[in-house]
C-alpha cells in the first residue's frame, strides 16, 4: 500500500522558517515534489527532486528560499523553506511517481498524492 505522509506544517510569522517532510512507503519512487494549493486558486508546483541523482527543481517564486532534500535511508523528502512570506500560505502536498517525466512540474507527472499540510503564514 503506498502512502505519502506529510508532516511539518503550521503557523509561522512572516520572514520565519518550516520544514515539511514526506515519508514515503509501498512502492519505490523516482521523482518526488511539492505542490501548493492557496484557497480560491489552482495548485501549483514549487518544486521537485529526483530520487537518483537528486536533480532539483523549483518554481521561481521560490527559488533561494526553498530547498527541497531527501534521506535515502529513512526514504523521506523534504521541503525546507526559509524567508517565509504571507503569500507563501497554502495547503502543501507531497507528490511521487515511480518515473522520472519530461515536466515534473506538472500535477500529471504524479500518479500519488499525499493528503496536505496547511502553511499558514502571519504578515
Known amino acids: 500500500q503506498v502512502q505519502l505522509l506529510e508532516s511539518g506544517g503550521g503557523l509561522v510569522q512572516a520572514g520565519g522558517s518550516l520544514r515539511l517532510s514526506c515519508a514515503a512507503s509501498?512502492?519505490?519512487?523516482?521523482?518526488m515534489g511539492w505542490f501548493r494549493q492557496a484557497p480560491g486558486r489552482e495548485r501549483e508546483f514549487v518544486a521537485a527532486?529526483?530520487?537518483?541523482?537528486?536533480?532539483?527543481y523549483y518554481v521561481d517564486s521560490v527559488k533561494g528560499r526553498f530547498t527541497i532534500s531527501r534521506d535515502n535511508a529513512k526514504n523521506t523528502v523534504y521541503l525546507q523553506m526559509n524567508s517565509l512570506k504571507p503569500e507563501d500560505t497554502a495547503v502543501y502536498y507531497c507528490a511521487a511517481d515511480v518515473v522520472w517525466g519530461p515536466r515534473p512540474s506538472s500535477e500529471r507527472a504524479y500518479d500519488y498524492w499525499g493528503q496536505g499540510t496547511q502553511v499558514t503564514v502571519s504578515s
Open positions: 509501498g512502492r519505490t519512487f523516482v521523482t
Open positions: 527532486i529526483r530520487w537518483t541523482g537528486g536533480n532539483t
